[in-house]
């Protein structure tokens, strides 16, 4: 019953998300075939305006969007004459969901390691080494680290190829300029949660009964210190997983992080609106994942909808 | 505790230690001496389709997988290429080209028939190609593709397979020209009746020029190789071209200073200084020109002499020297250097329209004011579109007009499609725009500010100019041609609805490791004839 429910909402949630992108959309000023060459005749604009369904009114147009929607049709590319949306989203989704992959490990396995690590060192050297290197990672931002990267690693040194796409050794670089932001936090949000849990009178009983202070920390701090890390964990991998614009940018990947800003400054209407569809669906189910995963982690959640 | 902690330690140590095993030898630079290079195309071709490709980036892969009738040679000269021989007709009104022995990349022949459906199809209203007016040319060509007329009367007609009859609206002394364009390419009739998307990956696209797609990694990379159908094969000693797209200027050049590409264009302009000097560096020139357009409907600029005096008062040479810094030329006319004519280069015929005289410019906004009466200046606002290079000429443009010319300029920017709304509808006194001519000749040029052209936004119309203009299209001969665009030219910098700013030009790093590239003044360099030395 629960499942139902919640998959009823994150559908009425989608169709909230494509009604106010299509108004918003359509309400700002310029025109997708302006362009400085404006050469056209009025009959070939007319005629090119047919193709995309734009000369008819908003509501019949917005009608018409959703029809194609419901069959998963995201509709033809103004700005792409050969490839429409879903192949767009099809060729490039994969680039920026390894690329995503990676960097959600790397944030996750060194982020929880350094938020340990700094929690049980609780105000040692090792803590503030830990944090300082966090707030480095929070307040360098990624087109500065990704050029540092490749001037070192790969100008420099040689180790990897400076961008472009095709080899593991291509994903290296982006991955890491990628996933320190993300990292950082992790750590500090762990470290909070790592101390507060530490904290807590069952973990002294545990000490006090002398149980091994590893079973201690990986049964009961780790894992009560996890639940607030993982409501952090959804967004977060939507955000990895569907591509960045920066990152994507400066090393050349042929992800679709680049769609979500592009389309706007062509005003390539199915493309705003088929990027912005794609990835709240992939927030709304990973945050799904992130509730039943609660459940896992903490058997004391029960999942249920609200008023129940 | 402490050995918890020091097993973490231990994690955090060794994985990256693991991750960088391996990352040493890597796979870039294959330099070797076979013939292929690497090029940066800096984004993804938006079509490869000949009849649905309307920029430079598609157009640049485009001429080196197509042939037309016409072609440009090594020296950048237009000569005969799928036609062999070609007749014209006393009127000059229709052409009967012979075509030669061509084959498609897939061995099927290049027929009149596919000249003839490629041509028919770009007019073809469903086909929604932007660039079908550039077939305006031919005869009934816009009425059906306007919707007013039949395909059976457009002007093109395949008599048998080797035979291709052109007729024209009139006589059009470029026609050679238009013919070497992509828009004029032929498309595998067949191939592209058989898939709709055939020129969307590369398993589908057929060519009949120097080279035949191999690979297409969208929004990644995209190769070619030599097409072994080719009529003209054995001139192409280039194996393989591939172009990468990226698109962050300190990327591509990181990417060339490690050998990953063998030429890039548009260096980022912090290291164009520290490249100057360098063997790789290049500078060509760019046919088009950097504008501000006036709006004749709005004062001040109502008045020509405020448009002249503005014109007058800026320091072209500063502008380019010191705030674009990638070799442009200052302008003082609209039709950039690079047009061959019977006497030589179209601009050098001509001296500058005017002088940079900030004190003959002052004397010219004091007639005006008088002529119209105003006390002061009507204030002025410069509009460009959002862009720190735009931003940084515009400030510079401001403070010389201040200083040159005591006049108070504000700046307004917009983002680009806006900004073009904007300025369609006429919403500014003075605005930045900029124009690229798709054929070296000064018609695409001149043609901007027709009166009824949909890029003129100054509402400047002179029927003298527009007279002009429409006698240059039908004039034969050459020298005449260039002599009445000349005069055309000069109405129109008399009137000034505009005011030049600088030429554009393209700068370059090339590998020394090649030799044969040519570098056309509007397109990107040629690379069929590249040989790596």
Redesign the interface.
């Known amino acids: 019953m629960y499942i139902v429910k919640r998959i009823l909402t994150m559908l009425l949630t989608i169709w909230v998300i494509t009604t106010l992108t299509f108004i918003i959309m359509h309400s700002i000023p310029g025109d997708p075939f302006a362009s400085d060459a404006d050469v056209l005749p009025e009959e070939v604009l007319a005629n090119m305006r047919a193709k995309f369904n734009l000369d008819e009114p908003l509501p019949v147009q917005y009608v018409l969007y959703l029809k194609d929607l419901a069959q998963f049709d995201l509709g033809p590319s103004i700005q792409s004459e050969t490839r429409d949306v879903n192949t767009l989203i099809a060729d490039g989704f994969p680039a920026s969901a390894v690329l995503g992959l990676q960097s959600l490990v790397i944030a996750l396995v060194f982020g929880l390691l350094l938020g340990i690590i700094a929690a049980l060192n609780h105000n040692g050297i090792l803590d503030y080494a830990s944090m300082g290197f966090a707030i480095l990672g929070i307040s360098i931002p990624s087109f500065i680290l990704a050029p540092l990267l490749i001037n070192y690693f790969a100008v420099d040194w040689g180790m990897f190829p400076v961008a472009s796409w095709g080899t593991w050794q291509h994903t290296i670089l982006p991955s890491v300029a990628l996933a320190t932001a993300p990292l950082a936090i992790v750590a500090r949000f762990m470290r909070s949660s790592m101390l507060e849990v530490m904290n807590q009178n069952y973990i002294k009983t545990a000490d006090a009964k002398g149980l091994a202070i590893t079973g201690i920390v990986i049964k009961h701090g780790i894992r009560n210190a996890l639940i607030p890390v993982i409501s952090f964990i959804g967004p977060l991998a939507a955000f990895l997983l569907t591509g960045t614009f920066v990152i994507e940018k400066i090393f050349a990947i042929p992800g679709i992080g680049k769609y979500f800003v592009d389309s706007i400054f062509n005003r390539d209407f199915p493309v705003i609106l088929g990027t912005t569809i794609f990835f709240s669906t992939i927030l709304i189910v990973t945050l799904f994942l992130v509730d039943i995963s609660y459940r896992i982690v903490d058997p004391r959640i029960k999942l249920s909808s609200k008023g129940e | 505790?402490k050995?918890?902690?020091y097993s973490?330690?231990m994690?955090?140590t060794v994985?990256p230690f693991l991750?960088?095993c391996g990352?040493?030898e890597?796979?870039?630079g294959d330099g070797n001496s076979s013939q292929e290079i690497t090029v940066n195309a800096t984004s993804?071709p938006?079509?490869?389709?000949p009849a649905?490709?309307?920029d430079t980036t598609s157009g640049w892969v485009i001429d080196h997988l197509f042939e037309g009738l016409y072609r440009k040679n090594k020296s950048g000269e237009i000569e005969p290429a799928i036609a062999e021989e070609t007749e014209v007709s006393e009127d000059k009104r229709t052409y009967t080209f012979t075509l030669r022995d061509a084959k498609w990349s897939n061995g099927d022949p290049v027929t009149a028939g596919d000249f003839e459906y490629a041509w028919k199809r770009i007019l073809n209203?469903?086909t929604?190609?932007?660039f079908?007016?550039y077939l305006y040319y031919l005869k009934g060509a816009?009425a059906y593709?306007?919707?007013d007329g039949s395909v059976e009367d457009v002007g093109v007609t395949a008599v048998d397979d080797k035979t291709l009859k052109l007729e024209l609206k009139e006589p059009t002394g470029f026609i050679e020209k238009l013919l070497s364009f992509w828009s004029y390419y032929p498309v595998n009739q067949s191939v592209v009746e058989e898939n709709e998307?055939w020129?969307?990956e590369a398993d589908g696209l057929v060519s009949n020029g120097a080279y035949a797609m191999n690979t297409w990694?969208?929004?990644?990379?995209l190769s070619v190789t030599k097409n072994d159908e080719y009529w003209d094969k054995d001139n192409i000693n280039m194996e393989k071209i591939t172009w990468?797209?990226?698109?962050?200027a300190?990327?591509?050049y990181?990417?060339y200073?490690?050998g990953?590409l063998d030429m890039i264009h548009t260096l980022p302009i912090d290291v164009i200084s520290s490249e100057k000097d360098s063997e790789d560096f290049k500078i060509k020139p760019y046919f088009g020109t950097y504008m501000y357009m006036f709006n004749v409907d709005k004062e001040p600029f109502t008045n020509p002499k405020v448009r002249k005096a503005f014109a007058m008062a800026i320091d072209r040479e500063s502008i380019t020297e010191e705030i674009a810094q990638g070799g442009e030329t200052p302008a003082y006319a609209f039709v950039p250097k690079g047009v061959d004519t019977p006497n030589g280069d179209f601009r050098e015929q001509k001296e500058n329209y005017f002088d940079e005289d900030y004190e003959d410019a002052k004397q010219l906004i004091e007639e005006a004011k008088e002529e119209e009466g105003w006390d002061e200046l009507p204030s002025v606002e410069l509009m460009y579109n959002t862009s720190d290079n735009h931003k940084k000429i515009a400030e510079g443009v401001q403070e010389m007009l201040k200083q040159n010319l005591g006049v108070n300029v504000t700046l307004n920017n917009q983002?680009?499609?806006?900004y073009?709304?904007?300025t369609?509808q006429g919403n500014f006194q003075m605005a930045r725009?900029?124009?690229i001519g798709v054929y070296v000749d000064p018609t695409p040029i001149l043609d901007y500010y027709l009166g009824d052209?949909?890029?003129n936004r100054t509402n400047w119309v002179n029927e003298k100019y527009d007279s002009l203009m429409a006698e240059s299209k039908e004039v034969q001969d050459e020298e005449e041609r260039m002599k009445i665009l000349h005069e055309a030219e000069d109405v129109l910098m008399e009137d000034m609805p505009f005011m030049p700013v600088y030429h554009y030009s393209q700068n370059f790093l090339t590998s020394t490791d090649f030799e044969g590239i040519v570098y056309p003044v509007n397109r990107y360099p040629d690379l069929r004839f590249a040989e790596r030395k």
Do not use: C, R
């Not at chain 2, 990468?244 to 962050?248: I, P, S, Y």
């Not at chain 2, 983002?415 to 806006?418: A, C, I, Q």
């Open positions: 505790m050995k918890i902690i973490l330690l994690v955090l994985i991750a960088a990352g040493g890597e796979s870039s993804e938006p079509s490869l389709d649905l490709a309307t209203p469903e929604g190609s932007s079908a007016f816009e593709n306007k919707g998307n020129a969307a990694e969208h929004d990644n990379e990468k797209m990226v698109n962050d300190t990327t591509y990181q990417m200073k490690s990953e983002e680009w499609k806006t073009l709304d904007t369609k725009m900029g124009w052209s949909p890029n």
